[in-house]
């Protein structure tokens, strides 16, 4: 059943201290009360919650659009900011630009961005206003750029809340109110593409990181995610699917005054079953900013692993992997060719032994490699390996496997690259093969595979 919550009633149970019996049946107050404590157990109440926040209807606010109308055609990404006024130093207009510099013409068709003014000194917005109306006039006359405003009416009480962690008044002020503004503007962007990112308003982008995020996603087709971080810091590069949007506009709602929104966020990727963090390297976002929105102090956060130039981010089509390999623990196959940071770890192989790659569709390929070992384990690299690609698929007890297979090269100091490969074979390929060729008594880790298609 869809709920639409009447935001005034929100507020109301979300300032009583019995809250909880506003609406949640006895068998919910639990988590309320364990994450009001700040240590939700994500495992134990994960079902609890998913039943709890099943908010599939929008906040009801209404928004004042600033700048922009909305959207007629729903896009791939839609990129979210919120920002208020600085004590020192504006990062708005140069993130705005970053954006849309850093992304080509094809990119554009694919993504919105809605920016948030969330401040509620009305002189401030309206010269914020005219600045980005003025510098990105035909972003916003194309579509691809929205300036909302949520009214101060709107939000919960925002003085006299909790004083968690013993931070300062002013201090819990500043951050519940930024998780208010967060909500709103999420609530806003629940419904016009298929994925959201969310970046803060003083962050600089990679080339082409649209298509970088394309990547990933295609990579990580038929796994199961709640959020994708293509950034190590803060509320920088989170990424969601829409549909969760709601369900964490609702969140960040009702724990406003809690905690921090970073750390409400993983609290939210737990309570929705996701127990790790999928993190993307190199980072696509960088943290720009000087002075923090909080009182103007010093913000010299940077992200080391950041690349602004990104070149050659592989393809990795969908495929399954498998590998007859003793695995330890969880390092299974599949982390080797995941694009975030995972990789898989095998103890000692024997020669013979195998790890295998079969593509969902045949492909061609232009490019290879793969890197074992890593720099705390270096002596854990394929000594001694080859590599195949093969064609001509047939069912082998309940997997599928190539009956051919052509030898590409030999691993040389536990790496392996080679380039035109659509030139060196006369056949599409299915399957992609690691044969270790003599056995070792050091553990393997194959760190990251990488595949470019034509």
């Avoid at 554009?108 to 401040?119: N, T």
């Avoid at 009305?122 to 510098?135: A, F, G």
Wanted: glycine share 4%; aromatic share 14%.
């Amino acid at each position: 059943m869809r709920r639409t919550v009447n935001l005034k009633l929100y507020q109301h149970f979300l300032h009583r201290t019995d809250y909880e019996n506003f609406f949640l049946k006895e068998g919910d107050k639990q988590l309320i009360r364990e994450s009001s404590t700040h240590q939700p157990n994500p495992e134990r109440y994960v079902h609890t919650f998913k039943d709890l926040s099943n908010f599939s209807g929008a906040i009801n606010v209404t928004y004042r659009y600033l700048a922009g109308m909305p959207l007629q055609r729903k896009r791939f990404l839609t990129i979210g900011l919120s920002s208020v006024k600085r004590k020192k130093g504006n990062y708005l207009l140069e993130t705005i630009k970053s954006i849309f510099e850093q992304s080509s013409y094809e990119e554009l068709k694919e993504i919105s961005v809605v920016v948030h003014l969330a401040d509620f000194n009305s002189s401030w917005r309206e010269v914020m206003v005219q600045d980005i109306t003025q510098k990105f006039a035909h972003h916003i006359i194309a579509g691809r750029l929205m300036v909302i405003h949520a009214p101060e009416e709107y939000y919960p009480i925002l003085n006299g809340l909790k004083r968690n962690y013993n931070d300062p008044e002013d201090r819990v002020r500043f951050r519940s109110k930024q998780n208010v503004d967060y909500a709103f503007l999420i609530n806003f962007c629940a419904n016009i593409s298929d994925y959201y990112v969310m970046l803060e308003d003083d962050v600089r982008c990679s080339k082409n990181f649209l298509t970088a995020i394309k990547k990933v996603i295609t990579s990580l087709e038929g796994t199961y995610w709640v959020t994708l971080e293509f950034s190590k810091l803060g509320y920088i590069g989170k990424l969601y699917h829409s549909h969760d949007l709601p369900r964490l506009a609702h969140f960040l709602l009702m724990f406003y005054q809690e905690m921090p929104c970073d750390w409400l966020l993983s609290h939210f990727r737990g309570l929705l079953a996701q127990k790790n963090v999928i993190r993307f390297k190199p980072s696509l976002f960088q943290h720009m900013g000087y002075y923090s929105s909080y009182k103007g102090t010093e913000n010299k956060l940077k992200d080391d692993d950041f690349e602004e130039e990104l070149f050659d981010i592989p393809d990795n089509p969908p495929a399954s992997l498998y590998t007859n390999m003793s695995v330890f623990e969880n390092y299974d196959a599949s982390k080797a060719y995941s694009s975030v940071d995972e990789y898989f770890w095998g103890k000692s192989p024997s020669t013979g032994d195998v790890f295998v790659i079969i593509f969902e569709n045949p492909i061609i390929i232009k490019k290879i490699k793969v890197n074992t070992g890593t720099e705390d384990r270096q002596n854990d690299i394929l000594h001694h390996g080859a590599l195949d690609v093969g064609g001509n698929i047939i069912p082998f007890k309940q997997n599928r496997q190539c009956s051919t297979y052509i030898r590409l090269g030999e691993f040389k100091n536990g790496n392996f690259e080679i380039s035109d490969v659509n030139q060196k074979i006369p056949f599409d390929v299915h399957c992609m093969r690691i044969h270790v060729t003599k056995t070792q008594k050091e553990w393997l880790i194959i760190r990251s595979i990488s595949i470019w298609t034509s």
